[in-house]
């Protein structure tokens, strides 16, 4: 079965900073003020 992404769009927040980080594609890389916090969609 092939693997299809519908995951596009992934949100996070920070519990140290409280920034709140949102990766809107994939292989979109982000990362919070503080660097706690790294998010990829993949
Ligand atoms: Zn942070």
Same mark, same amino acid.
């Given at each position: 079965? *092939? %693997?299809? !992404? /519908?995951? &596009? *769009?992934?949100? @996070?927040? +920070?519990? *140290? #900073?409280?920034?709140? @980080? %949102?990766? /809107?594609? @994939?292989?979109? !890389?982000?990362? +919070? *003020? #503080?660097?706690? &916090?790294?998010?990829? &969609?993949?």
């Amino acid at each position: 079965m *092939k %693997e299809t !992404y /519908k995951l &596009v *769009k992934n949100i @996070i927040s +920070c519990n *140290k #900073c409280k920034d709140i @980080i %949102e990766s /809107k594609s @994939i292989h979109d !890389y982000e990362e +919070c *003020k #503080c660097e706690a &916090v790294q998010l990829m &969609v993949d």
